[in-house]
T-cell receptor
Framework: GIQVEQSPPDLILQEGANSTLRCNFS?????LQWFHQNPWGQLINLFYIPSGTKQNGRLSATTVATERYSLLYISSSQTTDSGVYFC?????????FGKGNQVVVIP | AAGVIQSPRHLIKEKRETATLKCYPI?????VYWYQQGPGQDPQFLIS???????DKGSIPDRFSAQQFSDYHSELNMSSLELGDSALYFCAGRENTEAFFGQGTRLTVV
């Protein structure tokens, strides 16, 4: 199946800092999504981004499908950005998740 | 957001009991997925349905079964529960290749 690797696994940020999370995947895909799992466990859709660049407030994402990676940018981080960020790609009739990026934003 | 509803939100069961988790996708979702997420783990694919027919199967134990009904809701049935089944169980609906997850059911087996 498709392999999804996320880096870094853990990240501690000072409030107001910027960060970049990376997702590498092993095969061509026709869907890539970024999710934020909040402390209550809910998976929140951030981006549906099989290719190109999208922005939503302080978050933006870029997927370069030909090179099989995606980046999630967090700017001016806030404590509410804490949680786990998952990249998931659609292949073989299912969404395959990476191990996630655990982000802690400290005030 | 395309709202997938799951019930119950929390469930506590004893070992060897059975549990039934329910998922209510919205009508636009042509595919329903079930995932299991253990503590500190990423979600693992269990099973999926496309237009009410089972379409794919992942690492789902034989003790688990699932189905999708004529009204498109889906149920995950879990029997002979084990301590290791304690996890967050997600259902997701797919709309135009984008997946939307429900709030999850947190199952605790004691």
């Amino acid at each position: 199946g498709i392999q999804v690797e996320q880096s870094p696994p853990d990240l501690i940020l000072q409030e107001g800092a910027n960060s970049t999370l990376r997702c590498n995947f092993s095969d061509s895909v026709n869907n890539l999504q970024w999710f934020h799992q909040n402390p209550w466990g809910q998976l929140i859709n951030l981006f549906y981004i099989p290719s190109g660049t999208k922005q939503n407030g302080r978050l933006s994402a870029t997927t370069v499908a030909t090179e099989r990676y995606s980046l999630l940018y967090i700017s001016s981080s806030q404590t509410t950005d804490s949680g786990v960020y998952f990249c998931a790609v659609y292949g073989n009739n299912r969404l395959a998740f990476g191990k996630g990026n655990q982000v802690v934003v400290i005030p | 957001a395309a709202g997938v509803i799951q019930s119950p939100r929390h469930l506590i069961k004893e070992k060897r009991e059975t549990a039934t988790l329910k998922c209510y996708p919205i009508p636009r979702h042509d595919t329903v997925y079930w995932y299991q997420q253990g503590p500190g783990q990423d979600p693992q694919f269990l099973i999926s349905f496309y237009e009410k027919m089972q379409s794919d199967k992942g690492s789902i134990p034989d003790r688990f079964s699932a189905q999708q009904f004529s009204d498109y809701h889906s149920e995950l049935n879990m029997s002979s529960l084990e301590l290791g089944d304690s996890a967050l169980y997600f259902c997701a609906g797919r709309e135009n290749t984008e997946a939307f997850f429900g709030q999850g059911t947190r199952l605790t087996v004691v």
